[in-house]
């Protein structure tokens, strides 16, 4: 009998081995639920506000990504000002979402911007020591459920922190910005 694929993974460790009781100690778990103030800012949910140099303005990653997802159409503006849940909500209801080739990078040069813009999350970054993961608890007994798509996510939070702690701008950032000016031209 053929498995079903799933976009998850279940389990008492997320994929890169952490467990929730340790957020914070081990690891900083970039999740709206997580433990840490550093974990909870970088969530795509947070409400934190920037505008992206190229895009405009959002309230949060989460309705970037619905933005995104959208093709950056301004028919789907309202997923600007929009954080928390209530983005996914919204950015669900769209019917025509499609992935791109760059959409990843495009997510991560989001998040840089978000981090710069905020003193207390570029200084927090900084300043953290531990790996980041990325994961979701669910029921009673706290089963992890770690989205397969978060290694991506990961590593560009590892790449970005530390190109913030090196005091250099990150690669993402840098192709995602020359990408936007050819689109200018």
């Known amino acids: 009998m053929a498995t079903k694929k799933t976009k998850y993974q279940a389990g008492e460790k997320s994929i890169m081995g952490y467990s929730k009781a340790k957020d914070g100690v081990d690891h900083i778990n970039i999740h709206s639920m ?12 947070a409400h934190a ?24 159409n301004e028919q789907n503006s309202r997923l600007r000002y929009l954080s928390g849940f209530r983005a996914k909500q919204v950015g669900r209801e769209i019917t025509d979402l499609k992935w791109y080739k760059e959409f990843k990078d495009d997510i991560l040069a989001a998040n840089y911007q978000k981090i710069i813009q905020h003193d ?3 200084e927090l970054m900084i300043e953290s020591e531990l790996p980041f ?3 979701y608890t669910f029921g009673e007994l706290n089963v ?3 989205p397969k798509e978060s290694e991506w996510l990961i590593r560009g939070m590892e790449d970005i922190r530390l190109a913030l702690k ?18 200018k031209k």
């Open 34 to 45: 997580g433990k840490t103030e550093l974990g909870k800012l970088l969530s795509h949910f």
């Open 49 to 72: 506000p920037f505008v992206h140099p190229y895009l405009g303005p959002f309230y949060s990653i989460e309705g970037f990504w619905y933005f995104a997802r959208a093709g950056f």
């Open 120 to 122: 207390r999350i570029r």
């Open 133 to 135: 993961d990325h994961y």
């Open 144 to 146: 992890h459920v770690t």
């Open 166 to 183: 090196e005091g250099v701008v990150p690669s993402v950032w840098l192709e995602a910005e020359e990408r936007y000016l050819a689109k």
